[in-house]
């Protein structure tokens, strides 16, 4: 019988509820038991795919080619388990659901109504496919009190009513500020966020407080007496140095703990805590550093490069280098060429991350061009793989090469490839078709040439599977002109039409992929590609 853990959020939004998911939920599983994190989240798209990254940030995409919220991206980093399409809903997939349902006239009559429908929706979800598991954890969107997020909160006030008694536990996650003027922590907000709470019919089992300062005994107690839980089971939870610090940091709470006697499980084994250990041991002990140009587009806001920002600290960990990302915006060097190598220059690597739409493309083309020619170790992910394709192509003559995402073009050397094989058979998109759901999405095998670099980095595997999330696809047919320009094809997908990996053999380091390698990668066991770009890195750091 699966536990659920519900996580709801007070005060303000922002409060990192995500991560408070996965550190308990990589708490509870090195303790032994199977979990699986799943998020609520209450807005009306169907899913974040057309949502702007400025907007929500990074798009997650999931082996089964769900796109996603970015905090599946920490599930999957601190546990380590696949998280599925099943695994993320929103309001808006649930009344596209009963909408179509009601059309098809499966209702028979019925006036269809947000209790019970959507209500059960919700419930159908959190409960679907959780037999094998331990602890379920639902983390819901949004702050107690939004208007949207009301039929989550039902949902999970009539799931702590049907299931047993000890099945289910609440966690809210709330926030108590340090007024610096008055030089004093602040529980009013946690007390009205927990009434508000309340009177919707959920009393919170457990508080995590967020706060800058220390929270003293006396204000916990204080809290615990107020919100009706007990003062052990108010938890602090103070802002830590790293995020691979929060699972030990919250055990040292006693989070975990205090989670279990909420369950009454007294015969839980000891937490075996080890691989955190060894994270947060290389994390604070680096023994070099190195700094990485990432030039991109949305580089005003971290967490549209979310996955990708984490995967070069991973890398950064398993060479046990600090690593400094310079984010780039690459218009910079589209305004003025003089900024490419006064800006590349100091870099010991570049990356050309993911990306949307021709605003700033020709400033990547750039910095690809920049690390070709001065033998700096480049790695461009999808749309920066496709950078080099096209910097290729012009190199070996083709001055008019582009992509047909960028409008009509007399050398598409990246363009739309409406028919190949997947997994099930042929699989069809059209040029012409909405713009939700019409990419290659999920996981896709690739086949790597025998004596190619990436083979070796992948630890001389003939066949890989990583995540997808485009469009466009580089055209096979210039491939003879780009191997003749020293951009070698190394992967490719099975039927070999798709070309998957791209790479230069003359150059230091030098491969373009077009998946997304980042969302594979997790603190303890760091992706090959990022281990080996930052070991690249790390010898260039040594010649310049
Ligand atoms: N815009 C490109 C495409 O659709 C690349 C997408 C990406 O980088 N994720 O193919």
Redesign the pocket.
């Known amino acids: 019988m699966a536990r659920f853990i519900f996580i709801t959020g007070g005060v303000v939004s922002s409060l990192g509820k995500g991560l408070m998911a996965a550190s308990l939920a990589a708490l509870l599983q090195a303790r032994g038991y199977k979990v699986r994190i799943r998020k609520f989240d209450p807005y009306l798209n169907v899913d974040p795919g057309t949502m702007s990254p400025y907007q929500h940030g990074e798009v997650y995409v999931t082996d089964d080619g769900a796109e996603t919220d970015l905090d599946l991206g920490h599930y999957e980093r601190f546990t380590g388990v696949s998280a599925r399409q099943s695994d993320n809903i929103t309001s808006g997939r649930i009344y596209q659901q009963i909408i179509q349902k009601e059309r098809r006239g499966d209702y028979l009559g019925a006036t269809v109504q947000v209790i019970p429908h959507v209500t059960d929706a919700i419930k159908e979800f959190a409960l679907a496919d959780t037999d094998d598991l331990d602890f379920v954890l639902c983390e819901i969107g949004g702050t107690v009190g939004d208007i949207e997020s009301l039929p989550f909160m039902e949902a999970i006030r009539q799931l702590r009513n049907e299931l047993e008694p000890l099945q289910t536990l609440s966690v809210h996650v709330t926030l108590v500020p340090y007024i610096a003027a008055a030089g004093e922590l602040k529980t009013k907000p946690t007390q009205h966020s927990v009434r508000e709470l309340a009177s919707l019919g959920i009393k919170p089992d457990i508080l995590l407080c967020r706060a800058e300062h220390p929270i003293p005994d006396n204000e916990r107690r204080k809290i615990a007496q107020f919100c009706n839980v007990r003062a052990e089971a108010v938890i602090p939870a103070l802002d830590a140095p790293s995020i691979y610090s929060v699972p030990l940091q919250y055990h040292a709470e006693g989070l975990d703990a205090e989670v279990l006697r909420g369950f009454g499980i007294t015969d839980a084994p000891a937490p075996d805590l080890s691989r955190w250990d060894d994270v947060t041991e290389r994390y604070f002990n680096p023994e070099g550093e190195v700094t990485i140009a990432v030039v991109g587009k949305y580089v005003g806001l971290p967490d549209a490069y979310k996955s990708l920002n984490e995967a070069l600290v991973h890398g950064g960990l398993a060479n046990r280098v600090k690593v400094n990302i310079r984010w780039i915006d690459a218009e910079i060097f589209e305004q003025d060429d003089s900024e490419i190598a006064a800006r590349l220059e100091p870099m010991h690597a570049i990356l050309v991350p993911?990306?949307?739409g021709e605003r700033g493309s020709e400033g990547k083309i750039s910095a690809v061009r920049f690390a070709r020619e001065r033998n700096v170790p480049f790695l461009g992910?999808?749309?920066g793989m496709?950078m080099a394709c096209i910097e290729a192509a012009r190199a070996a003559g083709y001055e008019k090469a582009s992509s047909t995402?960028f409008g009509p073009t007399e050398d598409p050397v990246v363009g739309i490839i409406t028919e190949w094989m997947g997994k099930e058979g042929l699989e069809k998109r059209s040029a012409e078709g909405d713009l939700g759901g019409t990419?290659r999405l999920g996981a896709y095998d690739a086949v790597l040439a025998g004596n190619s670099h990436v083979s070796q980095i992948y630890g001389g595997a003939k066949q890989i599977s990583e995540r997808h999330?485009?469009?466009?696809e580089v055209n096979s047919s210039y491939k003879d002109a780009l191997e003749g320009e020293g951009l070698i094809f190394s992967g490719m997908s099975p039927d070999g039409l798709l070309p998957e990996i791209v790479e230069r053999p003359e150059h230091p380091w030098f491969v373009g992929v077009q998946f997304?390698p980042e969302l594979k990668s997790k603190p303890f066991n760091p992706h090959p590609l990022f281990a080996g770009f930052i070991e690249a890195a790390l010898a260039q750091s040594r010649l310049v």
């Open positions: 993911g990306g949307f992910i999808c749309l496709q995402e990419m999330r485009h469009r466009y997304h």
